[in-house]
Structure formats: C-alpha cells, structure tokens
C-alpha cells in the first residue's frame, strides 16, 4: 500500500466514505468535543452548532434555523429579533432537548433581580453594568421566560415563566441569562442598551 501525505485545514479531518460503492478519502467537518457551554460564547456559535444538529438530522433545528434567516433582515422591533436569536440559542445549549411538559419534567430559566437605588449605588463599576434600571411604578418585562415584575413602588412583586425559551437544566440557564444578557434586556424591554 502506498502512503501520501496531505496538509488538512483545520477543523476539518479526513475520513474514508463509501461514495457509490467506491472507498472515497473526504474532508469532514471535526466535531468539537468541548462541553457545550464552552463551545457557545456567541448568536454565531449558537447558529454554528443548530446547523450542525440540522445535518445530523434534526429537522426541527433545520426549520429554525431557515426561519430566522428569512425573517431576520424584516423585523422591526428589538424584541422580536431578541427573541428569534434566543430561540436558536437556547436551542443550541439544550442540544435538542425540548421540553416535552410531562408530570416531574423540571425547566430552567435565567433569573434576573430587583434591586433598590442603594443597593445599585453599593456595586462596582463591573455589577452595575449589568443592571438595567426602570423608572417607573410599574416594571413588568412579562415574556415568554421568567422575569420579574415590580408594581405600587415595588411593595409587590411576582414572577412569570413560559416555555419557549426553557432550558433542561439550571447550569445552561444560569450561563446563558450571563453570557446573552444583553439580548434578555432586548427581549424584555424591546430596546438596546443604550436606550435604557
């Protein structure tokens, strides 16, 4: 058997196939092996790792993936881009799980904090930036995740889940309300940062 050398690029690795009943040597993409919260640091890594379940076949993630795409570029509203972009998040760090709401079936969600105006004039420069503020009597960003609602000057408070952006368990949730917090405020307050 003869030997030759060949320079694969990176990220990719060379595998035989079978290609119509002929041994054929191909580039294929090399499956990253690190844990999926390292793997998604970004809306990118999330659409990388959604195409990559869609050509395994997962078709529900092939039809996200597809609907965002074409719908992207006509949103008009910051909440409803927020909220596509954490769909497709959320269903990369959950790698396919979808809640199936069956009895004993657990949840997660990013959880976010009320605060009091000394409470924020006590953090650090780094906490405060993480902080966005209402001036209003009323604070209610009631979407489709938990989130926390203040009335009458905050003398009363609850909390709201739905299921869309649910995720099967409490560290991918605690990470992603960390990482895409920036994309949280969009989706619950429909404006950037700067705005607020």
Known sequence: MKEIKVSVPDGKKAEWQDINGVQTLVLVDEKDERPVMERIKT????CKELNRLAEEGNEDMAILLA?????????????TLAYMKLCIIV?????????????????????YYLYTKEEVDAMDEDEKRRVVGRASHNANPL???????????????STHN??????RDRER??????????????YYYDAKLENL
Request: contains cysteine; charged residues 25%.
């Open 43 to 46: 809306f990118e890594d999330a």
């Open 67 to 79: 609907d965002y795409e074409s719908n992207a570029d006509n949103i008009k509203t910051e909440a």
């Open 91 to 111: 269903a990369a760090l959950n790698e396919g799980w979808v809640p199936t709401f069956e009895k004993g079936e657990y949840r997660w969600f990013p959880w």
């Open 143 to 157: 979407g489709g995740c938990v989130c926390a609602g203040a009335s009458n000057v905050s003398s009363y408070s």
């Open 162 to 167: 739905g299921a869309r952006l649910a995720f």
């Open 173 to 186: 949730a605690e990470y992603a309300g960390r990482q895409f917090a920036e994309l949280y405020v969009r």
